[in-house]
């Protein structure tokens, strides 16, 4: 760092400024494929897995493109494999800046760079990146080789976990082999999962360190047998009863089964040149492990999963007040405009409203008139003058018929209205059946 300030500042900013970038990047995307792929680049609460790439240099051999499938295959499906040359020389200015622009653009953070040289013959470098920056790379030069093709294994699953061993005390004390088995790990190794299966495990990879100069990589397949064969009786041991059922002898291992390494490749051995390590303030920064904070997610309640997956939801409802319940149906407006017949009932559940006329009343025999509205017949109902009317209606009705008699008598004919004639016939009628009767008697 500069005087007066700590490395750590400015490695710090600069990871900074890789975020603040892509967010920038992130917010001015116009499509969503663009908005996906760079959300998949910032920094997530839990990491996926790393990506690695494999790249050619200026010139490679034969070797090298042998041994750059063979990785290819072991680090399957998560690799990115360069089909062209590329002039880099890894450990110059111009070449670093070059390998982080391919990790950003191709979002990779591991790196297997194989190249030949008269000076150095069949060199593989392995590196890995923090924020698209350069953090750790070793160079190491191939002595010995021996392809997967050239074994009769058949190879493991891709993608499947591989166990590792690494043998050797140089491995915990010399800082070299030290930081190339942490790159070894984070290279070869696959998603991370919380829990293995044991049978899932097919594959071992073995790396030895002999002096700290020279290490074997080797790739062993898992193959498991049941063990067979019984432990023979001791000398001492008594034999079973007759009739008792026969001894079952203890199977090897807890499960019953052996376990045999047979070697399927690739062989290697390598030897160990060159290396260039990152700022110490850099590789701090990057073995951080304090996880950002997530954000409260939103508390769902009255929500379970059944058997099957489904959602399941629970609503509560207060109590309800039957009395506030509406029993009767309500009238469609079809329905409200049609009158109800004179005379008719109103129906049950309605009432009449406020000012609406009543029924008409029966016209009376002898008059033309009108009939009264619903508050004059209110009003005759009601009261003693009700009273008073109908005694006055009753002697009118006498005057009429006097006046009626009269004009009979004196042979006058009287054009009565319609209704009141047939009525007025039949009145004769009985008169004249009445004088018959009083004749005969």
Known sequence: GQEGFPSFFFMETATDSVVNELSAQLRQSK???????????????????????????????????????DINYLKSPHVIRFSRHNNVLPFDVAGRESLEFFAKKNDCSLMAFGYHQKKRPHSIVFARFFAYQLLHMIELGITGYVPICCFDTPPHAPGSKPCFVFQGDLFETDEVLGVLKNLFLDFFRAAQVPAVNISGLDHVIMVTAVSPKKVLFRHYTIQMKRATGAAAPAPDQAAPAEGAAPSIPTPVGSTGMKVELKEMGPSIDFEVRRHQFADPALTKLAMHTKKPKAKDADIKKNLSRGLLGEELGRVHVGRQDLDELKTHVKMSKALRNVKAPAGAAPAEGEEAAEGEEGPAPMEREGEGEEAPSGEEAEEEESGPEGEEDGEGEGEEDDDDDDDVDEIIAEGITLAHPEGEGEEAEGDDDEEEEDGDAEEDE
Do not use: N
């Open 31 to 69: 499509t969503k494929r663009g908005r996906r792929a760079l959300e998949t680049r910032l920094p997530k609460l839990v990491e996926t897995y790393k990506q690695a790439m494999i790249i050619k240099g200026a010139k490679t051999s034969e070797i090298i493109t042998e041994l750059l499938k």
